[in-house]
């Protein structure tokens, strides 16, 4: 995630952080030479001259950009609602927190629970980014957990499930009533939901198809349309066409960047950053001293 | 589900699966044929000139862009609703395991209700997709419930029925307590709730009329268009025509597809690949070796 | 509602049922002919000539279209969410009889519970459509209830309180314990939150004022857009202002139809046979004899 | 709230109730005048030829446009989260009466609660209409309360203080045990989220300086518009210039009545009626005679 | 937040509080200054004529008024949903001190949770604005509790560990059951929902990139706009030109303004008024003067 203070309206129209420009270059640059063959040439391809005009790229424009807007829009629904879970993950790791550290239970046996919450969220971010899914959980779960896990498909699953027996045998050891039992499970199956609600947005891009159609719309746009305009516009033609294809290209390469939130790509979600964040929030409940806060690196990014 | 990595943004341009072309390709031909009749007759029909300019094409052009827009996410609210709903029976069906296997109930007990919930997931998609009932239910259902789901017509609301039964006699047997039966119930409700909202999705399709209307506007809108351009583009008018026809053809039989959601059709939901990851995580609960994860077959699809 | 197979794409350009084309036919026929008359007279009013170009037609076109486009919007959004309630009340219904044969209660009190369930999706459906309070009642309620229905405001909500009774009497014969009884008030609330929605949508059409402005911003344009057309496309106007005009006035219509989806258009939700999928489903739950499920009729309309 | 059967299409071109025109005479006389000088001086501003055409207009017309159809949305959304949350409280009031008509407590005390629902309902309303707090309460409520309600800055709040008290004393007498009392309270919760969301939206318009950069646009443009339109539509130019206007001054004036739904004016919520209808249905439950059903005036409206 | 009475059609055209011309008055003069330049050159730069027509702001224009609109709606959905969670606070707190007040327990212990809830929002507000951790807190909370906070990280999580060891010491006192414990539990957790949700908006602003993007197209756009428009409109460039930028560049900086909802900037969430009427309905509630209702300065502003 790029997360920055505003710059002043002149600087940001130079900013590169961020601009998305290096990584839709080789397709500018193809653009751009297009473009300008084009106006050396007067629009004629082998002394045939192509005739078009900007007709119709006033009727095409307008419909392409009513579907880029619905894909930009699906793309933030996609990255917003994987916020909303891993908040939902900090909420009710906080309340399963402050429940089990109200119990008549040792606090060593609280700590541990309280640890295992935050290796769940580990856990989850280990699963959705694909690294080895027993990356940095030694120390919050038991080691024979630790075991299970690494060599698990749905890692975070079995830490629920483990969970789940922490609470059978507070209720075993009558520390825990059933009302309150049954209030803590249903904070489990809120952490549940909203693991399998990750794992869908993973799993399932937005239809294939529709990238594909949105895609060629837009190149097989960009690539006609200083012919479309060097009549009437001539050398400026280059400038105009490389303005409009940034603008496409780059909230294309945009939308393919949100709509698998999980990802490392800068203004994907900072899976790091949210469970730091939940692991801070909980040890300041424990009342343990907190590790220092991520802050951006130099280029303004949190992983 | 077309799965696949995202090819590089030349390779886009070009690849047919997952592209629709041949789907639409009768009515690309057609209208590619008219187009070039009309370049080769400079519009005339029958020695009668069509009077046709551009002007009344972005008139209508952006008018049904915009409804095209909004059917094409209506279509895409019904695809991800229906998502988040197999989401919610892999969600629930966890939490019911995850409860299940923390009780005091011997274990060949506990595995035939974890499996009941493979078996509801199961005989959800066979109604779906009008499998017969049936259909790779053995094995995870007591023989008289599979003869009794053989015939049904709502053959999943019968296995929720049996699996309260199962909770009833937990109860019964002292191993559960009413708190926790409740908590169970409730999981059992939102099964149902699922089940319900995927039989809602796939027996209410979009209104009729407006599928029509919008068919309709996008042909004659792609019939017409040669004539309005011929005279100002000349040559290029069957390219032109047919870039357009592509888009808004392409766009509502891709509507028309995800529409549907629980079809067969390359955009549909993956829904065996769905039941398969309901099956394995649940088998990974139970500590049993899991079978192999469906994998996207040559043409990247996965059912 | 429209239920047929997506008819071939030559074929569903001809269609007529569905086509909202009867409907709208006087309005056509009236477009159609000033047309005409406009090409005729040469755009000229007694001997006055109108100066119209295409020019506003597109300042005004893009806004109307928004503007519609955004009235299909909310009108479609009050059809799913009908629908969904509708989905609801399935829900509750098989979710309160799967607790209830799951009882320690006599068959025959079961029965009259579930059968109750049917009765008040029946005296839901009633309300709607404005019917006969006790039409389908009989059988499904007891006789004294079934009268004090037919004189009530608001039948189902007595029905409700009826079943609340139900659960009183079980409670009191001890067949049932607190956190069930709960559990089952919960799904009765569900019942009525379906209920109360349904009578907002019902009750509470879109601001009317919003309706005149669209409406009369629809016909004011197709009336003049002859004027502005018959200079530039001369003898194809009336074709091209039929075209605009259907699709404006069909949108329009259909919004109109599904604004206020419980009455009996062809686009309005099957309440009839969503009551019968109630009820054939609850029956199979009771291992009774399914009636036969309800087809479209020849017109393709289920109602 | 307008509540009419839709007229003929004729007609409705012609309705003058709910058409906004008496509310945006003044500026719609303002434009036209304006219109007409710019026709007879030719465009011409003190010998100064004013140099537009119709080129920036449509720029700035589909921007306009767009800005102005979001407004609609977010207001009609504020009016229909209103009109849910009013649908929320006939709900709950409903369910709170069909708990309390089923338990063992005496008629009287039942009825007092049931009309002290009614109660609240009024004094919400009361709140939000700034009426006096205490309008329409004498009898619905016991004399002290109505005492403390008068001079309430938050009296619904207090109402349902008093509620929870008749649930705490039904708890000491033994008539209510503790889970259907929770049960009880959740449904008091809903209440009190549903006053809550009132009080939001009243409280917190829209974006004050959203409105104003609307409002300049629509009016600079209506403004500026005859002088574009002047040179190519000549003496048409008044009759376009209202018509665009009429479209962009009412819809704006619409979303303005409908942004705050709980006034006096036609467009607004009948929160009048509304607490009619849950004083009838409360006492139907209660089995006495209903009051008749209000119904619109003369002109269509429901207050 | 701006709160003030609509004012007179006219007036709001002229109104200077709330139309940020304050905030972008640099870029306005800028773009003011360039278009008088293009004007007085003649589209001449360094004797060499810009060949821009209108043609290409017609495409770019609609495109990005599109993708603004998404901006727009967006940044208001963030702030709406700010609005609801901190509407949430209010509700839940009234639902706690209602239940709390209902308890046998002494008045001043009650007392001390109902100022606690209150000292939960103050909480909320300063660590949302960033505001030393007790501003405000010294009456409302324990003095050893406002030193824990003074020096937290997530001060307002501990105060709901405080209010949950409150419930803790009611429960052991016998002045609460394990069914009311668990609903109030219910009640922070939805506090704590809240506070999570207000977390996650305040952290993760909209994806930089997008800002980024829309701010390029927006001024560059608008620098060019002269160019393209001086040959057909000639002297009323810079006027035309500077409508159009007010609009774009206004409504970039409103969304950027209620991107962030929790800032003092005047469209910016009243979190102070929302906390002082939260303070004043838990005073009545407790029977005790309130203090008066916060009323916007000379200004109209809220703060």
Known sequence: MILRPRPHWVHLLFVRRGSLVPRILSQQLFIFALSCAVVLLHGQLFHWKVTLTATPFSLMGVAFAIFLGFRINAS?????????????????????????????????????FVLGLVGFATAMRNQLRARPRDTDLAGLLP?????????????????????????????????LDAIAAQQMEQSLNDLSGALGGCE???????????????HRSAYFY????????????????????????YTFFALEALSDEIDD????????????????GIDASLREMLGEPLPPAPVPDANYLLT
């Open 261 to 276: 939130p999980f990802g490392t790509m800068p203004n994907d979600l900072a899976l790091d950053a949210l469970v730091a």
């Open 200 to 214: 869908r947005i993973a799993n399932t891009p937005l239809p294939f198809t529709y990238s594909v159609i949105l």
């Open 143 to 175: 080691m024979d957990l630790v075991e299970r896990v690494r060599t698990a498909r749905f890692a975070p699953a079995l830490i629920l499930l483990w969970l789940g027996e922490w609470l059978r045998e507070r209720r075993t050891a009558g520390e």
């Open 222 to 245: 960009c690539m006609l349309l200083p012919f479309g305009l060097v009549d009437s516009i001539g050398i400026m033609t280059p400038l105009i066409v490389c303005f409009v294809s």
């Open 76 to 112: 933030y629904d996609r990255y917003w609602e994987a916020r909303k879970l891993w908040g939902a993950v900090l909420v009710e790791a906080r309340n399963l927190a402050r429940q089990a550290l109200n119990l008549a239970t040792p606090r060593d046996t609280q700590r541990a």
